[in-house]
């Protein structure tokens, strides 16, 4: 079935610093890709999004870059906050409405 | 612009007894899906529902677990008869368009707790 590969499950990295957190998926017809920032007892917040006819968007802090031939993903964080810290999802769509997540990346940054 | 809203926020039930989950979409959308959380897990589907109508149900447990989401009022996710397997985070998203891939806004989810 579909699914989406999520490394690494967690990381630590110096404030100021660069996160890269990367995912593959499997459906090839898979055209959106959502990333999500969970806060300890919150629900997800989007945070960047990225559709298949682009390779890179970009808002301020955050990239997400799309390799669609090898079927990755990867979301980038430039100069780490404290406050960047928390469990971070990517999606990717199947179908028109259905998303499949990944397992989560738990982002620590240290001060 | 309210985002998605659900309550309650934490809900605590005996093995048995009946869980009511609601929630309200944000303003202007017309799609709801619910998804459930496991600790350090990721979200599964459960359910997609338009108003009225229930689009795919293909996540939801067939025995115990509905949805429905009426012309007017929230989308309520009913869990009957909950067991302790059913302790999670369940979360509400919503989004405007249907037919191409469209965002989906969460919710700050319902947490259940079954003792």
């Known amino acids: 079935g579909e699914n989406v590969e999520q490394h690494p499950s967690t990381l630590s990295v110096q404030e100021g610093d660069s996160a890269v957190i990367k995912c593959t998926y499997s459906d090839s017809a898979s055209n959106y890709f959502p990333w999500y920032k969970q806060e300890l007892g919150k629900g997800p917040q989007l945070i960047i999004d990225i559709r298949s006819n682009v390779g890179e968007k970009k808002d301020q802090r955050i990239a997400v870059t799309l390799n669609k031939t090898a079927k990755h993903f990867s979301l980038h964080i430039t100069e780490t906050q404290p406050e960047d810290s928390a469990v971070y999802f990517c999606a990717a769509s199947i179908g028109t409405y259905k998303y499949i997540f990944g397992t989560g990346t738990r982002l620590k940054v240290l001060a | 612009n309210a985002g998605v809203m659900q309550n309650p926020r934490h809900l605590v039930r005996r093995r048995g007894q009946e869980a009511r989950l609601r929630c309200s979409p944000m303003k202007g959308h017309s799609h709801v899906y619910w998804y459930r959380q496991l600790p350090e897990e990721g979200l599964k589907f459960m359910v997609y529902l338009q108003k009225e109508n229930i689009i795919d149900e293909s996540g939801m447990p067939k025995e115990r677990f509905s949805a429905e989401f009426p012309k007017e009022g929230p989308s309520i996710l009913r869990i009957q008869q909950v067991v302790r397997g059913d302790s999670a985070a369940y979360f509400c998203?919503?989004?405007?368009?249907?037919?191409?891939?469209?965002?989906?806004?969460f919710g700050p989810g319902t947490r259940l707790t079954v003792l």
């Open positions: 998203a919503s989004s405007a368009l249907s037919g191409s891939t469209d965002t989906q806004y």
